[in-house]
């Protein structure tokens, strides 16, 4: 197992090097630039902020300082957008706010897509199998962007019950509708591949033999089944839990909530390209890290594929 995870481990960190000098080669080279506006700097006042940003400089010496920052500070550099704030600046005031309704949204969707998925492969064919299967057709046909404006239309504007933006610290009043919002196209997902999983176990042999011993119909799922069902889900939750854990642009900008999907689209409007370079290589190494976790599990899970 030392060895498997030693292995992942010489894959991520070159993947992350990678990433991060495809994502300063591709924002060097999108036209215009963080100081282009509509009318043109002076040439000598354009230089003194290049060179003050260190534009100045040949790109391969602009990449290896860009790296060495990364590597050695976890320094992402100066905005160019706020003059007295850094990306680090901008990344800690909004990450905090989206891994929060992040987190709450994947356990959200990871309970009831399983909770689904799983009622409706023990009763397969019937009116909770239907049940759960229409749940999760109706989650993924509506994505996040139509999810959330019916949320505020019913809650907040009909019902009056909860409030359709805002923050205010997390407080759990703030928090329902993002998370659902964001939750049900994934649990949608983890609803279907449950069932399927679930259904392909409970046909095996081995699940026949321990019904034939009359084991308690609980102990053979929670014992024998649920276990290699979560196999196939494993692959597609790490990927889930960084598209919700970095949260979503269109939740932030739609809910006011102040995340770094809100920062990511102001950085992209207004050229800011140092916070777009210092997001994506955020979420880029969130992904790698986290399908690096999976890979171990899925080991850990089923031995034969450490080898």
């Not at 215009?32 to 000598?44: A, V």
């Not at 989650?139 to 019950?161: E, I, R």
């Not at 598209?243 to 990511?264: A, C, E, P, R």
């Amino acid at each position: 197992m030392l060895n498997f995870i030693i292995r992942r481990l010489g894959l991520a960190i070159p993947s992350l090097l990678i990433l991060i000098i495809i994502s300063f080669v591709l924002m060097h080279s999108a036209p215009g630039g963080p100081f282009t506006s509509e009318k043109p700097l002076p040439p000598i006042v354009l230089a003194n902020i290049e060179a003050k940003y260190g534009l100045d400089k040949p790109l391969p010496i602009q990449i290896a300082n860009y790296v060495w920052g990364i590597v050695t500070d976890c320094d992402f550099g100066p905005s160019c957008l706020y003059k007295d704030r850094t990306v680090n600046d901008i990344i800690e005031v909004g990450f905090p706010v989206t891994i929060k309704y992040g987190f709450w949204s994947f356990l959200f969707a990871v309970t009831v897509g399983v909770f689904l998925g799983v009622v409706a492969a023990l009763r397969h064919n019937t009116w909770a199998d239907y049940t759960a299967v229409g749940i999760a057709i109706g989650g993924s046909v509506l994505p996040n962007f139509v999810m959330a404006p019916l949320l505020v239309l019913l809650f907040t504007v009909k019902l009056g019950w909860l409030p359709g933006g805002g923050w205010e610290g997390g407080q759990i009043q703030f928090l329902i509708l993002p998370v659902i919002a964001l939750s049900t196209s994934y649990l949608a997902g983890i609803a279907r591949i449950t069932r399927s999983s679930m259904l392909d176990v409970l046909s095996q042999d081995y699940i026949r033999t321990a019904k034939a011993k009359g084991l308690p119909s609980s102990y053979i799922i929670w014992r024998h089944a649920l276990k290699p069902a979560m196999l196939p889900m494993l692959s597609y939750l790490g990927p889930a839990f960084v598209g919700m854990v970095t949260g979503s642009m269109i939740i932030d900008q739609y809910f006011s909530t102040g995340g770094i999907g809100l920062h990511f689209v102001n950085g992209a409007l207004n050229r800011d390209y140092s916070t777009i370079m210092g997001i994506t290589i955020l979420v880029g190494t969130l992904t790698i890290v986290f399908n690096m976790l999976v890979d171990i599990m899925y080991a850990w899970i089923d031995p034969k594929i450490r080898y």
